[in-house]
């Protein structure tokens, strides 16, 4: 089977769930700022299971063993085939104007001791992987829109529940109209080949990582 383009694949708008919604009454949101200095003060620990999506503190899923597994197997995949100057984490935060996400899996330009007084930047990365199972719905949305607003410039989806990739590129539009003008899906018996910098470094097997 091969891939397709988004032009090829049937249109499909993927609506935001009601837990996603923005309440309707009036709820205090955190800047950045505000979010590191409740860090600081140790108020949110690394028990707390949130992170700062667009000024909210949103809960993270809990992990089952095979999102995990496949988180593992995805960063080992990418970690073979890196360049000099590249390196590649999991459930590490990077810094927006507004969030904090902490993607399954990212790619950050560099190196590690780069990062010792900051987290990555937007400008710093170049590739952001969610795992979906249970969170499919809010990573074709909320997590999508907020990487596109950043101009994170490859945000993929391992989607566990259709067995397939989704691999958005193009980061385009402001706010809640930021969207990837991009979406092509990898099927489980494809490779998706790895593009940093606008170069592709590499392929990565889909059954190796789809468990």
């Not at 990212?106 to 400008?123: Q, T």
């Not at 809010?138 to 596109?148: E, I, P, S």
Request: with cysteine.
């Amino acid at each position: 089977m091969v891939s397709k383009t988004w032009d090829e694949c049937m249109a499909v708008t993927f609506p935001l769930e009601k837990s996603l919604m923005i309440p309707s009454v009036p709820i205090w949101r955190l800047s950045v700022a505000q979010y590191h200095h409740m860090i600081q003060a140790g108020i949110l620990t690394d028990d707390d299971p949130v992170e700062l999506l667009e000024g909210w503190l949103v809960t993270k899923m809990p992990k089952d063993p095979r999102h995990s597994l496949a988180t593992q197997l995805t960063r080992e995949a990418l970690a073979e085939i890196m360049p000099p100057h590249w390196f590649v984490d999991t459930h590490e935060p990077f810094t927006t104007a507004d969030s904090e996400p902490e993607p399954d899996v990212i790619v950050i330009c560099g190196d590690r001791r780069d990062y010792g007084e900051r987290h990555p930047s937007p400008a710093d990365l170049g590739l952001v992987i969610e795992v979906a199972d249970a969170t499919l719905q809010q990573d074709r949305t909320l997590k999508l829109r907020l990487y596109a607003n950043a101009r994170v410039p490859a945000y993929w989806i391992l989607n566990l529940q259709d067995r397939q990739l989704e691999v958005h590129t193009d980061p385009v539009g402001e706010g809640e109209q930021a969207i990837y003008a991009h979406r092509i899906v990898y099927f489980a018996s494809q490779d998706a080949p790895v593009v940093l910098d606008g170069e592709e470094i590499g392929r990565i097997s889909l059954q190796d990582l789809l468990v």
